[in-house]
Nanobody
Framework: QVQLVESGGGLVQAGGSLRLSCAASGSLFSINAMGWYRQAPGKQRELVASITRSRSTNYADSVKGRFTISSDSAKNTVYLQMNSLLPEDTAVYYC?????????WGQGTQVTVSS
């Protein structure tokens, strides 16, 4: 089992920055990759960025050059640094862990970008 707790969401003006954190606990040795997803009202949940155990990263085209995913093994935490935020980045952001035992999701954190 893996438990995930997100933090760092909030309200920010367009052009601003936020850093999301996802703290993992439990069977950490079984995690192969982690990712950030988001879901805006009326839309499907979509991948924002992901990072593997070997720190290979992948980004959605809409956030390339603006968002950076990183991990701190000592703190068992994955971060999403979001810069140059746009109103269309407004969504609930979820952390996901891909482990040998399955997929795990955090509870989500709201990000609202005002124009």
């Amino acid at each position: 089992q893996v438990q995930l707790v997100e933090s760092g969401g909030g309200l920010v003006q367009a052009g601003g920055s936020l850093r999301l954190s996802c703290a993992a606990s439990g069977s950490l040795f079984s995690i192969n990759a982690m990712g950030w997803y988001r879901q805006a009202p009326g839309k499907q949940r979509e991948l924002v960025a992901s990072i593997t155990r070997s720190r290979s990263t992948n980004y959605a085209d809409s956030v390339k050059g603006r968002f950076t995913i990183s991990s701190d093994s000592a703190k068992n935490t994955v971060y999403l640094q979001m810069n140059s935020l746009l109103p269309e980045d407004t969504a609930v952001y979820y952390c996901k862990a891909v482990a040998n035992s399955g997929f795990y999701w955090g509870q989500g954190t709201q990000v609202t970008v005002s124009s």
